[in-house]
């Protein structure tokens, strides 16, 4: 395809009916947000069988760090992304080019500092996180091995938003196909046949992210891509890099937080599981397993906004404010109801969940496991809805460049309110308060992302009736 055709591609954003072009971006990011997660459930799977719950704790030990690894290369992905759709829908083509070749080589700087520091405080970290003796071995032999891939964790994801709003929203969801399935693929051969433990998981794991980085890095320099690779536009630019950071701040805050809550997490399923008829290994290892689950039902809901974002961008920046409206609603509808069938499913299914994580005679560790797991995910999954619809309305605020608004948000979710009750909620409930911390923080943080949503709203609605643009004193 020409350059015409890429062209073509974008204008169809500001054209395409709303419903269908939703349906085009979506599909794609929620297949590939499906494949992403149910890797990491798999690997989970393969961890519980071929190495036993130490293994799991050791992964989710992990965590944390590589939260912090993600939210650095979202800062740049998604804020390189929202300014890059905005452009586009202003017609700055030139602008555009300079905002997505900054944002690689940001993404390439990420990666060096990410690889540095994550081997120099691997140690304090991972015991400040939870780990035991028992764990720690694990935990420090999978994160040695993840960091090497550094680059690759950070530049794959971080550019794979840029395909997805160039028009290309199946090559997006194809790099993610083709790591998924290398990951999966290698997990087995890794762990269950050459029997390398917890190390075969963190080969696979870098060895997939390396095939979807020549995959994606591939992509740019396809005859029908509207806007290239240019080492001339690689060279950092203040104006450009400023607003990145400060548009990605708000997912990548939600990122952070999240690393900061799982820090606090693990610490506190390591004291109140020891004070529990359980251990804290148990503890940590449930939550593993939990967060597996939770992430294999989240992502189809992050690929339906991760969809509706560069719609949101570039409708926002061309002034067409009724399909902006349109595009909010549809991912509302979509998400909520998916949630809604994904609660019942796991109030239903909890026990039956947990089990697959252990081998079919368990032992008596794994049972109480599995007992466990069941019991506090139906806890922690309490107020799915509600996190469906936060998502949705934190994604409005940063897809219109409303930054601040949206790290409010986002802080608020897993900062603000979560970290307090993980705090308070386990002296008075034991480690069942650890789990029930989540849903409580869930639902308080959609109430006020409904009431912040609504003003909004309103206040686009009065400047289309003016016919001027939308405010623009909190946009970046």
């Not at 290398?182 to 762990?191: A, K, P, T």
Request: net charge positive.
């Amino acid at each position: 395809m020409s350059e015409r055709g890429g062209a073509d591609r974008l204008e169809a954003i500001g054209t395409m009916p709303v419903g269908r072009l939703l349906l085009r971006f979506s599909i794609p990011s929620i297949i590939s947000m499906l494949v992403e997660s149910f890797y990491n459930l798999v690997d989970r799977y393969f961890v519980g069988h071929g190495v036993g719950y130490e293994g799991i704790a050791g992964i989710t030990l992990c965590f944390p760090i590589m939260l912090i690894i993600m939210a650095l290369s979202m800062i740049i992905g998604v804020g390189g992304n929202i300014l890059f759709a905005i452009r586009l829908g202003e017609g700055k083509k030139t602008q555009a080019s300079l905002v997505m070749n900054n944002s690689l080589m940001l993404l390439v700087l990420v990666a060096f500092f990410s690889l540095t520091a994550g081997q120099i405080f691997m140690e304090p970290l991972l015991r400040l996180f939870g780990a035991s003796d028992e764990t720690f071995p694990q935990a420090q032999t999978y994160l040695r091995i993840v960091l090497c891939g550094a680059f690759f964790q950070t530049v794959t994801p971080g550019m794979n938003h840029f395909i997805r709003s160039l028009g290309h929203p199946r090559a997006a969801m194809a790099r993610n196909l083709v790591g998924a399935f290398c990951n999966v693929g290698l997990d087995w051969l890794f762990i269950m046949k050459f029997r390398w433990g917890i190390a075969g998981a963190a080969w696979a794991t870098v060895v997939s992210q390396l095939v979807a980085t020549l995959f994606v890095v591939a992509f740019f320099f396809r005859k029908d891509v509207a806007i290239r690779l240019r080492l001339a536009h690689m060279r950092l630019q203040f104006p450009f890099v400023r607003k990145i950071l400060l548009m990605g701040l708000p997912a990548s805050v939600m990122q952070i937080c999240n690393s900061l809550m799982n820090a606090i997490l693990n610490g506190s399923l390591a004291h109140y599981g020891d004070l529990s008829r359980y251990s804290g290994d148990l503890a940590i290892s449930s939550f593993g397993i939990i967060n597996g689950v939770m992430m294999m039902i989240c992502m189809p809901v992050v690929g339906l906004v991760t969809g509706a974002q560069p719609i949101i961008g570039y409708n926002y920046g061309a002034r067409k404010y009724a399909r902006v409206r349109k595009t909010l609603k549809a991912a509302f509808v979509g998400a909520i109801s998916f949630m809604t069938v994904c609660w019942a499913v796991v109030q239903l299914g909890s026990y039956e969940i947990a089990a697959m994580f252990v081998s079919p005679d368990p032992s008596e560790s794994e049972a109480r496991l599995v007992e466990l797991a069941g019991s506090a995910m139906r806890i922690y999954a309490a107020a799915l809805p509600a996190i469906a619809f936060g998502m949705v309305a934190g994604n409005f605020f940063q897809g219109t460049g409303k930054a601040k608004r949206a790290m409010f948000l986002n802080a608020c979710r897993q900062l603000i309110l979560l970290i307090p009750m993980l705090l308070v909620f386990p002296r008075f409930f034991g480690l069942k308060g650890v789990f029930a911390a989540q849903p409580v923080s869930d639902a308080l943080s959609a109430v006020l992302a409904g009431t912040l949503l609504s003003f909004e709203l309103k206040h686009m609605r009065s400047f289309e009736a003016s016919g001027n643009s939308a405010d623009e004193k909190d946009r970046l």
